[in-house]
């Protein structure tokens, strides 16, 4: 099993820059596909981005592609998503999830077996 703590969010004005961080403990985190993805108030979780267990591969939901870049360290035991331009629809309670065991990246929420409890992200007009 992991276990997975997000911290980074907090508030911004559109056009700045976030970076919010995943950090993971237990066996599986290096071995195991990670992502992110986020849910605004009365909306469904939608997938922002995903990679792979060693961190060579990643997926990004197409309209974040240039804005949003993930990354993993694998000796810190920690994912990160690195947030550029943001914008107020960029709004959203933001979580990290990882995958149980050996699979390809996915940007489905069933494809995940472990979820933090989230951060708020809040973009100022």
């Known amino acids: 099993q992991v276990q997975l703590v997000e911290s980074g969010g907090g508030l911004v004005q559109a056009g700045g820059s976030l970076r919010l961080s995943c950090a993971a403990s237990?066996?599986?985190?290096?071995?195991?596909?990670m992502g992110w993805f986020r849910q605004a108030p009365g909306k469904e979780r939608e997938f922002v981005a995903a990679?792979?267990?060693?961190?060579?591969?990643?997926d990004y939901a197409d309209s974040l592609k240039g804005r949003f870049t993930i990354s993993k360290d694998n000796t810190k035991n920690t994912m990160y998503l690195q947030m550029n331009n943001l914008k107020p629809e960029d709004t959203a309670v933001y979580y990290c999830?990882?995958?149980?065991?050996?699979?390809?990246?996915?940007?489905?929420?069933?494809?995940?077996?472990?979820w933090g409890q989230g951060t708020q992200v809040t973009v100022s007009s």
């Open positions: 237990g066996r599986t985190f290096s071995s195991s596909p």
């Open positions: 990679i792979s267990r060693g961190g060579g591969s990643t």
């Open positions: 999830a990882a995958r149980k065991s050996l699979g390809v990246i996915s940007r489905y929420t069933g494809s995940y077996d472990y």
